[in-house]
């Protein structure tokens, strides 16, 4: 028997709402898998495309697949004077000239300078694979997963493509499941979301790494609020952390074998477990109130 | 002909940089007129690609040999496209391996590695 409280009819349809920590292995996906399962229907949306994980929980059906490209630059060696103002224009070390210009394409950024500032027009564009979307559905969630091709530069045309707006259906809560960290890439899949959910863990490294996140939706202005995991008893940094600075705790998950068990199986805890069904719950709805009573996003 | 060495310090007296890429220096010696130079490589600061860089500028001082201790494979790529030669050095100073050089005892470089930043090995 499944426990599906009555207030789960009022959830807000339409919110995006992002999940991102300072570091890997914090629980993102297991906050985002759940939050999306907990939900009647959603959208979950891998944007974590060096090492998608979300796809092994969902096992989703359907699946179809799309592939992402970006631009590098071409040269045609007849036109090309030998000039190197490429060369000395490309801040990643991605051209070389010796007798002919030679292209490192893993090392190009797609920034598409070289082609800009070619005297001789020796430069064209041309399509580089560099990863793919895949789409399917696990119940009532859709699931997208980007997965970017191993040694490229870098992941954020994937994530432009995953979070294309016909990607967010209307009527459907959109959960983001962010990589680690606090760079571009993850910059990119936070700036749609109406609301951010900081992951953090209960040790001082977790308080640096949330940190980070910290500062980063708050330069952003996302409205936003922690879910505090591997909770223990006795002191927990984070808590303080969030205490400290007038952070909105949203939730907090245990240390837990049973929940341990189950995401190391591949399982959604939510499906499995009434406890967990509760917990994630109640997390959608503290969510929900806030994205709602936020207003201006 | 010219050969170049990345290195620790500008004296002939100098270790031999374990990075080529990231070498704070490159020895250029001319074995004919027994000159040295010491180049200092802008490539060494950067985010990425700094052995593509730093064999560019192999490449522009006229070098027709590398002393080296490693060397990545996209580095090599482009002093093969030049056909400058990749020797590894051997334990011992600069002056070690310019003598080792010109006498003769060096051999060719032939395993490159692989970039530090997921290039593929294909």
Redesign the interface.
Known sequence: MIFTPAFMAAEATDMKIAVLSGKGGTGKTLVTVNLAAAAKTATYIDCDVEEPNGHLFFKPEGITEEKVTVKIPMADEELCSGCRKCVNFCKFNALAYTNKLIVFDEICHSCGGCILICPEKALTEKDKVIGTVQKGTSGNVSVYTGIMNVGEASGVPIIKKLLEPENQEADKMTVIDCPPGSACIVMESIKDADYCILVAEPTLFGVHNLNMVYELVTLFKKPFGVVLNKCLDGKNPAETFCIENNIKILGRIPFDNELGTLNSNAEIAVNESEKYRELFSVLLQTVTKEVQSCGSC | MKIAIPVDNKTLDTNICASFGRAPYFLVYDTETKESAFIENT?AT?????G??A??MI?DNKAAALLTPRCGQ?AA??LN??GIKIYKTIAGSAQDNIDAFTDGKLSLLDDFHA?F????SN
């Open positions: 490539a950067s985010p990425g690609g700094a593509i860089k064999a560019q490449v996209n790529d482009v496209a030049a970039g930043h997921g290039r593929r």
